[in-house]
C-alpha cells in the first residue's frame, strides 16, 4: 500500500493518475468535455489551408507575378495522335473537329491547332484560357476519345490530383480496422483491444478540433490531418499499450486491481510523458527547416502526441480502474495472438538469452546487417516530381505530346519588374534572352509574354527542356538564374528578376531542405540528449540511444534507395522509378522515425532502470526490462508495420515511399536494434549503461517516480520486482 509519506512525494504525473483512478467517472467527463471544447474551436476559428508551400525565389517570382497582375492560367490543351493514320484522313479530321466543337461548348471559343511533323499528331489549344471547369473539359475529352476509338484523344494531365485524395481517404478508412484486427491478435480480447483505439481516436478527434486555431497561426497543408492521424493513432495506441499491459503484470502479482493501476499510473505514466516529449522534439525539428508545409506539419503532430498524453496520464487511467479485470473480456477462441505477457512468450526471451550469451557476435552480426543496408543511402538523389510522376506510373499520352510538342512541357516563369523609364532595354534583353533560351536547346519555343497594364513588369514562359521534373529541367532553371538573365538583364538599373514556375518550385524547395537538414538532424539530437541525459541521469544512455536510432534511419534510407531509385520492385509495388527519392521525405522519415523509435527506447529502458534502482545487477536488468517489455513493443510495431504497409501500397509515388520507408524502418527498429543491438550493447556495457561523471552530478533529478528499493528474488528465468 501507498504510505502518506509516499503520498506526499508523489510527482505531478502520478498525482493525477492518483486523482483520476480515484474519480473515474469525472476524469472521463473532463476528457470528454476536452474533446468537444476542441472540436468547437474549429467551428469558432475555422481552419486556414495553405495556399502555396513554395520557398526562394520561386516564391519571390510568383509574388511578383500577383503584384502586377501577370498571372495566366496554363493553356488548355487537347492531344490527338493515331499511329496509322495522319491530319490528312477524313477519320483524323473528323475527330479534330469534334474535339474543337466539345471544346467550344465547354470552354468557349479562341482555339488553334497545331500539327505535328509526320502529321500523325495534332494539337488543340486554347490561349489565353478562358476561366472553366477542368473536370468537365476531362469529361469532354473522354467522350471524344469514345466516340473516335481509332485516335488517341488525351488532355495536358490536369485533374489528376483527385487520385491523391482518394488514395489518402482509402488509407485513413483501413487504417483504424487494421489497428484493431492487430491488437485482438495482440491481446485475444476485444475489450483490451479496443481501450488503445479508443484513446488514439480521442486523440486525433481533439487535435482535428484545435487544427482550427493552430491553422492561424502556421496554415496547414492538406496532408497534414492523415499525417496526424497516423502519428496520432500510432502514439495513442503505444502509451495505452504501455498501460494496459503493465496493469495487466501488475495484477498477474497477485495486486488488487485498484494498487495495480496505482503503481502503473507511478511507472508507465513517467515513461510516457518522457517518450511524448521525446516524439515532440524530434517533430519540432521540422521547424528549422522554414518551409510552411513542414511548419504545418510539426504544429499538428506536435498537438497529437500532447493530446494523446495528456490522454494517456488523466482518462486512460480512469477507464482502466472502472473496466478493473473485466478489460480481459471478449476473448475469442482459437485466435492466436500475440503474447504482449512476457510469462507467456518464449519467443523473445529466447532470443534475449542467446544474445546476451554472445553479445559481441551478436553486436557485430546486427550492426552490419544494418551498415549493409544503410550503404546505398551514399547514392541518394532527392527532387520533387512533377503531378504526373506522382501517379507512380508515367501517363504516356502526356509523355508523346512533349515530344511531338515540345512546348507544352513545364514552363519556366520569368518575372522582370524595372522602372517605365527602362521598358524599351527590359523588351530587348528579353528578347536575347529568348533567343538564347531556344539557341542553347534549355527551352522551346513558342513563348508567350504577359505584360502589366503600366508596363512596369513582364512575364515570360518558356517551355522547358525535358519532362519538367528531370536533371535536364533543373539545369535548365540554373542556367537561367546563373547565366542567361544576368547577361541579358543584369545591367539594367533599377531591374528586379526572379524564375518561378514548378520546376523551380522543385530546385527551390529541394535546395532548402538539403541546407536544412543537417541542422534539423543536430537540433533534434542535441535535444534528445539532454531530455535522455536528465531522465536517466546517464551519459552513455542518451549517447548508445542515438547511435543506435541513427542506424535504423540509415537503413530505411538505404531500403528506400534500393526499392525506389532503381527498378526491380517496380513490378513489385506498381511503380514507375524516375530515380529520385521524393524531396521532402528523408527530413520527414527522420523527424518520424527518430521519434517513434525513442518511444520504444524509453520504455525498453526506464524498465531496465527500474530493475537495477530495485538491486538487479546489470545483467539481470537488461533481461528483465527487455523480456518484459519485447511483447508491448512487437504489438505495437506491428500496428504501425501494419497501417504503415497500407500506404505503401497506394499509387501516389511520394505516399508510397513514405508507406515503405516508415514500414521498413519500424520493422528494423523493433527487431534488430531493440531485440539484438540494444541488449548486446548494455550486456557489453555492463555498469557503465549508468554512468555519469561527477561534473555532471549538478543535473536535477527529476523525481518523476518514487520508488522504494526492496530485495528481489531473481529467479533462473525471470527477476521478481516489486516496487511498493
Request: glycine share 10%; aromatic share 6%.
Amino acid at each position: 500500500m501507498t504510505t502518506n509519506g509516499e503520498r506526499r512525494r508523489l510527482n505531478p504525473i502520478a498525482a493525477t493518475g492518483r486523482w483520476s483512478t480515484r474519480h473515474p467517472w469525472q476524469a472521463i467527463g473532463i476528457w470528454l468535455a476536452f474533446v468537444a471544447l476542441a472540436v468547437g474551436a474549429l467551428a469558432v476559428t475555422g481552419s486556414k489551408s495553405l495556399q502555396s508551400g513554395t520557398v526562394g525565389e520561386a516564391a519571390r517570382g510568383y509574388a511578383l507575378i500577383d503584384r502586377n497582375g501577370l498571372y495566366r492560367d496554363h493553356p488548355n490543351l487537347a492531344y490527338l495522335h493515331s499511329d496509322t493514320l495522319r491530319i490528312t484522313d477524313p477519320a483524323f479530321r473528323a475527330a479534330v473537329d469534334d474535339v474543337r466543337r466539345r471544346m467550344t461548348r465547354v470552354l468557349g471559343g479562341n482555339l488553334t491547332t497545331r500539327v505535328a511533323a509526320g502529321g500523325h499528331s495534332a494539337l488543340v489549344v486554347q490561349n489565353p484560357p478562358t476561366p472553366g471547369d477542368r473536370g468537365a473539359l476531362q469529361s469532354a475529352l473522354e467522350a471524344a476519345a469514345r466516340a473516335h476509338p481509332q485516335i488517341t484523344i488525351g488532355g495536358d494531365g490536369s485533374g489528376g490530383g483527385a487520385n491523391t485524395t482518394s488514395d489518402l481517404h482509402r488509407a485513413e478508412k483501413l487504417a483504424l480496422p487494421v489497428t484493431l484486427i492487430v491488437l485482438l491478435f495482440a491481446f485475444g480480447a476485444l475489450v483490451a483491444a479496443l481501450v488503445p483505439v479508443l484513446l488514439g481516436l480521442t486523440a486525433v478527434i481533439a487535435t482535428f478540433g484545435l487544427l482550427g486555431p493552430v491553422s492561424h497561426l502556421f496554415a496547414l497543408d492538406d496532408s497534414v490531418k492523415t499525417i496526424v492521424l497516423l502519428i496520432g493513432m500510432a502514439v495513442g495506441v503505444d502509451y495505452a499499450l504501455f498501460y494496459v499491459v503493465r496493469s495487466r503484470e501488475e495484477r498477474l502479482r497477485g495486486l488488487p486491481s485498484h494498487e495495480a493501476l496505482e503503481r502503473t499510473t507511478r511507472t508507465s505514466g513517467r515513461t510516457v510523458v518522457i517518450a511524448g516529449t521525446t516524439v515532440a522534439i524530434a517533430m519540432a525539428g521540422q521547424y528549422v527547416v522554414g518551409s510552411p508545409i513542414f511548419n504545418g506539419i510539426a504544429s499538428g503532430t506536435i498537438t497529437v502526441v500532447a493530446c494523446a498524453v495528456a490522454g494517456s496520464v488523466t482518462v486512460l487511467p480512469a477507464v482502466l480502474e472502472l473496466l478493473g479485470p473485466r478489460i480481459d473480456r471478449g476473448r475469442i477462441p482459437f485466435l492466436p495472438h500475440l503474447h504482449t505477457d512476457s510469462a507467456k512468450s518464449r519467443f523473445w526471451p529466447a532470443v534475449i538469452d542467446r544474445v546476451l550469451r554472445r553479445p559481441v557476435l551478436s553486436l557485430i552480426v546486427g550492426a552490419a546487417l544494418l551498415l549493409a543496408l544503410a550503404v546505398p543511402a551514399l547514392g541518394m538523389h532527392i527532387a520533387e516530381p512533377d503531378a504526373d510522376t506522382l501517379k507512380g506510373k508515367p501517363d504516356p499520352t502526356v509523355t508523346r505530346m512533349q515530344a511531338d510538342f515540345p512546348g507544352t512541357s513545364e514552363r519556366a516563369i520569368v518575372v522582370v519588374t524595372a522602372p517605365p523609364a527602362e521598358h524599351a532595354r527590359v523588351a530587348r534583353g528579353l528578347r536575347r534572352l529568348e533567343g538564347q533560351a531556344a539557341a542553347s536547346g534549355i527551352a522551346h519555343r513558342p513563348f508567350t509574354t504577359h505584360e502589366s497594364s503600366d508596363g512596369r513588369a513582364t512575364a515570360v514562359e518558356l517551355p522547358l527542356t525535358g519532362l519538367g521534373n528531370n536533371t535536364a529541367s533543373r539545369q535548365a532553371v540554373a542556367t537561367l538564374r546563373n547565366d542567361l538573365i544576368p547577361e541579358t538583364l543584369g545591367g539594367i538599373p533599377g531591374v528586379e528578376t526572379a524564375v518561378t514556375g514548378l520546376t523551380a518550385e522543385d530546385v527551390d524547395f529541394t535546395h532548402q531542405i538539403e541546407r536544412g537538414m543537417p541542422y534539423v538532424i543536430a537540433f533534434v539530437l542535441a535535444l534528445a540528449f539532454l531530455l535522455l541525459l536528465v531522465s536517466f541521469r546517464s551519459l552513455v544512455v542518451p549517447v548508445k540511444a542515438i547511435v543506435l536510432n541513427l542506424l535504423s534511419v540509415a537503413a530505411s534510407y538505404g531500403v528506400l534507395v534500393l526499392v525506389f531509385q532503381h527498378h526491380w520492385a517496380e513490378s513489385l509495388l506498381g511503380f514507375h522509378s524516375n530515380g529520385t527519392i521524393i524531396a521532402w521525405l528523408p527530413l520527414f522519415l527522420f523527424v518520424v522515425l527518430f521519434g517513434l523509435s525513442m518511444d520504444y527506447h524509453v520504455f525498453i529502458l526506464s524498465r531496465i532502470r527500474e530493475g537495477v534502482d530495485n538491486g538487479l545487477t546489470s545483467d539481470e536488468a537488461v533481461r528483465y526490462g527487455i523480456t518484459r517489455t519485447a511483447g508491448v513493443v512487437t504489438s505495437a510495431a506491428l500496428v504501425m508495420v501494419g497501417v504503415f504497409s497500407i500506404f505503401g501500397t497506394l499509387s501516389q509515388l511520394d505516399v508510397k515511399q513514405a508507406g515503405v520507408g516508415l514500414a521498413i524502418a519500424i520493422l528494423l527498429d523493433a527487431t534488430v536494434v531493440r531485440g539484438v543491438l540494444l541488449p548486446a550493447s548494455m550486456k557489453l556495457l555492463g555498469d557503465w549503461n549508468w554512468h555519469l561523471p561527477r561534473w555532471l552530478e549538478w543535473l536535477p533529478r527529476t523525481n518523476l517516480e518514487h520508488t522504494h528499493r526492496r530485495e528481489p528474488t531473481v529467479g533462473a528465468a525471470e527477476p521478481a520486482l516489486t516496487t511498493d
